[in-house]
């Protein structure tokens, strides 16, 4: 069984960095492309970013371009998201996902597995 487990989260103040980690089980992480998605109360969950199973490829919704990074760590399992810059409307529930399958896709219906949620808040 798949499980995704997302740790970084917290309050920070407006220009502030913050990391995001996600663990994931299982041996074969590598194989699969992984994305984080927010959801703001009362909003849709929204596409954050996305990366190739190799690292090789990267993916960014537009307002996050320059300020948010997506790595990954197939050695750990792990895949990350550095925020910088970090804005109000940046306040949500930050998920991380696994997509079965190599190909990288920006839509939430794409991916199969998904972790618990990390509460991310920035304050003006």
């Known amino acids: 069984q798949v499980q995704l487990v997302e740790s970084g989260g917290g309050l920070v103040q407006a220009g502030g960095s913050l990391r995001l980690s996600c663990a994931a089980s299982g041996r074969t992480f590598s194989r699969y492309a992984m994305g984080w998605f927010r959801q703001a109360p009362g909003k849709e969950r929204e596409f954050v970013a996305a990366i190739s199973w190799s690292g090789g490829s990267t993916y960014y919704a537009e307002s996050m371009k320059g300020r948010f990074t997506i790595s990954r760590d197939n050695a750990k399992n792990t895949v990350y998201l550095q925020m910088n810059s970090l804005k109000p409307e940046d306040t949500a529930v930050y998920y991380c996902?696994?997509?079965?399958?190599?190909?990288?896709?920006?839509?939430?219906?794409?991916?199969?597995?998904w972790g618990q949620g990390t509460q991310v808040t920035v304050s003006s």
């Open positions: 996902a696994r997509r079965d399958g190599i190909v990288v896709v920006t839509t939430a219906s794409g991916y199969d597995y």
